[in-house]
């Protein structure tokens, strides 16, 4: 069971929008920003999203990140083929039990 | 060019100990945090331990707290996880990673393989 809750799967054709939630609690999205990962398939994964909206460069900007309270969202648009991978979310938990980073159980792409 | 590749994965028994190493190069190391990430075979990503850029602050999951410590050598721009008492669940590849700022890992390594079988 992980922290930060997100959608297993998730779908689109060529050219669709297509968006991923990652819903958490006060101590973490509440209160720190949301960080994006793609993970390819046999790869590691790369970081998408930063501080709940910022790419890094080389990142197209088909894709953005959003945030309101205590949940996130990346979206994706003109989805192309290539977007078909596992999408993590991540953010600071100020936990009282221990601090430390917490991650979304991931959400499986399809591109149709 | 700016890389993280880790070793010192493999196959150890129930109750052993293993020490992953990551080799940094092609950036100042001693100017960022670090964390080690692993992924479960099939899994999702679980965050495992992060240290400070002196090493004077660290973090761990719970599932490892006591049993992994994680190190660094700023001089030799490395990064180390000593991993003791292993269990089956400690199964999976572990990827050290950069932290640009808060949590933004944008810098990964390869990631090495641990099992843990009998």
């Known amino acids: 069971q992980s922290v930060l809750t997100q959608p297993p799967s998730a779908s689109g054709t060529p050219g669709q929008r297509v968006t991923i939630s990652c819903s958490g609690s006060?101590?973490?999205?509440?209160?720190?920003?949301v960080n994006w990962y793609q993970q390819l398939p046999g790869t590691a994964p790369k970081l998408l999203i930063y501080?709940?909206?910022q790419r890094p460069s080389g990142v197209p900007d088909r894709f953005s990140g959003s945030k309101s309270g205590t949940s996130a969202s990346l979206a994706i648009s003109g989805l192309q083929s290539e977007d078909e991978a596992d999408y993590y979310c991540a953010a600071w938990d100020d936990s009282l039990n221990g601090p430390g980073v917490v991650f979304g159980g991931g959400t499986k792409l399809t591109v149709l | 060019q700016v890389q993280l590749v880790e070793s010192g994965g493999g196959l150890v028994k129930p109750g052993g100990s293993l020490r992953l190493s990551c080799a940094a190069s092609g950036f100042t190391f001693s100017d960022y945090y670090m964390s080690w990430i692993r992924q479960a075979p099939g899994k999702g990503l679980e965050w495992v331990s992060y240290i400070s850029s002196s090493g004077s602050t660290i973090y761990y999951a719970d599932s490892v707290k006591g049993r992994f410590t994680i190190s660094r050598d700023n001089a030799k721009n490395s990064l180390y996880l000593q991993m003791n008492s292993l269990r089956a669940e400690d199964t999976a590849v572990y990827y050290c990673?950069?932290?640009?700022?808060?949590?933004?890992?944008?810098?990964w390594g390869q990631g090495t393989m641990v099992t843990v079988s009998s």
């Open positions: 990673a950069r932290d640009q700022s808060i949590v933004a890992f944008d810098i």
């Open positions: 501080s709940n909206n």
């Open positions: 006060s101590s973490n999205i509440g209160s720190n920003t």
